[in-house]
T-cell receptor, first 112, second 114 residues
Framework: ETGVTQSPTHLIKTRGQQVTLRCSSQ?????VSWYQQALGQGPQFIFQ???????GRGNFPPRFSGLQFPNYSSELNVNALELDDSALYLC???????????FGPGTRLLVL | KQEVTQIPAALSVPEGENLVLNCSFT??????LQWFRQDPGKGLTSLLL?????REQTSGRLNASLDKSSGRSTLYIAASQPGDSATYLC?????????????FGKGTLLTVNP
């Protein structure tokens, strides 16, 4: 059984650009959640995907969007990057119960 | 809206000391409470998960307790070691309608000095 994986591990972008982050769920998990962790803060919930549909969203603007694919892998897309988008982006997958979320290692995004 | 607070924000102790990290949450309607460890620049490592019906969980030198009625959880670390130095995060799992989401505190930065 493989764990949650994320790619890339690190990324540098400039303000105004667009970025796509990827996440592969743990085997058998059909739900993926994304979190943003700014420096010195706890992770903040961005949104969750269940069976390819958005299933709840935190307080993030529409330029944060996502996709979930039939194999339950997921993408997080951020348009019009801002300096404050610099953070560690974590994805977590969960099983049918949704009660235990397993985290990937994260993607560190730096916006210059 | 769930809010999670962790006290203290930072803690420095000598090796071998027993210590307690505190976590409080405002909405007692949680499914579980989870403690994570995060090393600098790294992702989250799950330490202990306490279901809402449980009072405590133990793993090795770690013991976590949960008191839903008072909105509090504690993480007890026995006989601390320099390798325990990290940021410890607690997170409450709640329902945002049809989805489950974790609400995290800002963490406690623990330094264990040799």
């Amino acid at each position: 059984e493989t764990g949650v994986t994320q790619s890339p591990t690190h990324l540098i972008k400039t303000r105004g650009q667009q970025v796509t982050l990827r996440c592969s769920s743990q085997s058998g998990h059909n739900t993926v959640s994304w979190y943003q962790q700014a420096l010195g803060q706890g992770p903040q919930f961005i949104f969750q995907y269940y069976r390819e549909e958005e299933n709840g969203r935190g307080n993030f603007p529409p330029r944060f969007s996502g996709l979930q694919f039939p194999n339950y892998s997921s993408e997080l897309n951020v348009n019009a990057l801002e300096l404050d988008d610099s953070a560690l982006y974590l994805c977590a997958s969960s099983d049918l119960s949704g009660e235990t979320q397993y985290f990937g290692p994260g993607t560190r995004l730096l916006v210059l | 809206k769930q809010e999670v607070t962790q006290i203290p924000a930072a803690l420095s102790v000598p090796e071998g000391e027993n210590l307690v990290l505190n976590c409080s949450f405002t909405d007692s309607a949680i499914y579980n409470l989870q403690w994570f460890r995060q090393d600098p620049g790294k992702g989250l490592t799950s330490l202990l998960l306490i279901q809402s019906s449980q009072r405590e969980q133990t793993s090795g030198r770690l013991n976590a307790s949960l008191d839903k009625s008072s909105g509090r959880s504690t993480l007890y670390i026995a006989a601390s070691q320099p390798g325990d130095s990290a940021t410890y995060l607690c997170a409450a799992l709640g329902s945002g309608g049809s989805n489950y989401k974790l609400t995290f505190g800002k963490g406690t930065l623990l330094t264990v000095n040799p």
